[in-house]
């Protein structure tokens, strides 16, 4: 068969008989994908694809890889990976799930890889009411791990009572490429300063580290401009 092609699962559920009846039971789990609307263990990938691009976020050898089988983007917007409420199945659709607070200073760090070497985007703010911004940095990705860490000041121009998203935005990175193409994630953590210099982990990311996924064979990304 010529691809891309597809196989959706959904509903899935075991039941048992008893006295002629069908009764429920806890066979299997989050059958109906309730648990993490849209997302991969507290993280989902945003795409145009009413725009062409095809592809989705996969959990690979304990990291996030954003794997794209068709790229067609012009804005760094059209191609993300976020942690929000959403993605963690607690609230809607670009709802967030960080809370920040003014006059704090934090340290972002993560890992980060591409099939193609450029610029990405990091950016935390809200939706509420257009996409307010409470920090956000340009960076440039390779083909091989590297650590970012960024440091940011909250001051008293926003109104932190929203909660934040978190975003990597990488439309521009992918522009014009042919696909497959990858964007790997891992290792990803918010610091709070509280003391000159000293760091403690702020407990607003959630699983960071991808533990939860068991390791696979690893494959270099080689995609092709």
Request: glycine letters at 10%.
């Amino acid at each position: 068969q010529d691809g891309p092609q597809y196989f959706d699962l959904d509903n899935v559920k075991i039941e048992v008989v008893e006295d002629e009846e069908l009764l429920e039971t806890d066979l299997i789990v989050n059958g109906d994908f309730d648990m993490v609307v849209g997302s991969t263990y507290g993280w989902r990938g945003f795409l145009n694809d009413w725009q062409g691009t095809t592809g989705g976020l996969t959990l690979f050898n304990m990291h996030l890889r954003l794997a794209l089988e068709h790229v067609n983007t012009w804005e760094n917007w059209q191609l993300q990976i976020i942690q929000d409420a959403y993605a963690l199945g607690t609230g809607e659709d670009n709802e967030g799930s960080i809370e920040f607070e003014e006059g704090n200073t934090y340290r972002v760090t993560f890992d980060a890889r591409a099939s193609l070497e450029g610029d990405a985007r990091l950016a935390i703010g809200h939706s509420e009411d257009g996409w307010s911004e409470y920090f956000g940095e340009t960076f440039t990705v390779t083909r091989s791990w590297e650590t970012y860490t960024f440091e940011f000041t909250l001051d008293d121009e926003l109104d932190y009572d929203v909660l934040a998203q978190f975003k990597i935005e990488m439309g521009l990175l992918f522009e014009g490429a042919e696909g497959p193409q990858y964007f790997d994630l891992n290792n990803v953590m918010i610091e709070v300063m509280v003391d000159e210099d000293e760091f403690e982990d702020a407990e607003l990311i959630v699983n960071g580290d991808l533990m939860m996924d068991e390791p696979v064979e690893e494959e270099e990304p080689n995609g092709d401009e």
